[in-house]
């Protein structure tokens, strides 16, 4: 049941990029006859932005797709890490993408030029809509990487946005400047998510306890059992920030038999992975009157 509950959802992160990368591409070959059409070098340059996006969804639809292989030899928990790669890449394409708008955004401050007011209006509209439509898509997905990719098209959302909102008002006064200002305060908006999400990749990739599980409620809830006595060499990791995997060793009542032992791990199986959302889960049960075999146990 477990496996075929996280098959399930790395099989909807696949679609969901699938169809982002789909749009976003669709989109982009729209955008750069948009670019030459209006005359417009923000749209021109939106267009190779997303073609950048185009790129880094294609390797995220990649990574997400090899994410769902089974376990081999070599890689024993499978190859779901690989989406996480894919969103580590996406990061940094985010990261540089964003670099770019502001290193144009600041001499268009300085030296603003005008473009095709009513051609950017429509295209941003239309713009609104087809990147919309992928964020939607994507927000419902529940890895990193749909995270991520979700905020490459949250990127051209609000930069469609800011494009409208400059056009409309450029219709009716002269002020050019609007367009590279708010470009620069959505860049600023995406670099501090690309942080965010690198700082929870950074954790995932140290195998840091995931952030949304308390270790210390966990130990609480199975010293519930009258039966543990103690817990030790407790580890708690996410293969990819969906995926969380617990080893840990309880001490039991030496009087308890190998039937009474087999009932009591089942039971704090169920509860670890119905009540902590974990999903593979190794308990080694040592007897009160035994010392651990391990000797660097913590």
Known sequence: MTSNHSHHHHHGATENIKTAFFLNLFFTIIEFFGGIYTNSLAITSDAIHDLG??????????????????????????????????AIINSVILLI?????????????????????????????????????AVLKLKKGSSINERV??????????GWVAVLIASVIM???YLPILDPILSLLIAIYILYNVFK?????????????????????LK????????????HDCHLWSMDGEYN?????????????????????????????DDFHLE??????????EDCAYIHCN
Do not use: C
């Not at 797709?65 to 890689?75: D, G, R």
């Not at 955004?105 to 509209?125: C, L, N, T």
């Not at 609480?220 to 817990?231: D, N």
């Open 53 to 86: 996006d185009s790129i880094s969804l294609g390797m995220a639809w990649y990574f997400q797709k090899i994410s769902n292989k089974k376990a081999t030899k070599i890689y024993s928990y499978g190859y779901k890490r690989f989406s996480l790669l894919g």
């Open 97 to 133: 993408g964003s670099i770019f708008i502001i290193k144009n955004a600041i001499p268009r401050i300085m030296h603003p030029q005008e473009s095709d007011a009513q051609g950017m209006m429509w295209f941003a509209v239309l713009g609104i809509i087809v990147n919309g439509a």
């Open 149 to 158: 990719v979700s905020l490459h098209m949250l990127e051209d959302v609000l």
């Open 171 to 173: 219709q009716f006064w």
């Open 197 to 217: 999400n690198g700082k929870e990749s950074i954790r995932i990739i140290l195998q840091g306890t995931p952030l949304y599980i308390s270790s210390d409620k």
């Open 220 to 231: 609480k809830k199975i010293l519930e059992f009258k039966e543990i006595k103690s817990i």
């Open 245 to 273: 995997v617990l080893t840990m060793h309880l001490i039991v009542d030496s009087t308890m038999t190998w039937a009474d032992i087999k009932l009591l791990k089942t039971k704090v199986k169920t509860i670890l992975h």
């Open 280 to 289: 593979h889960i190794t308990l080694e049960l040592e007897l009160s009157n």
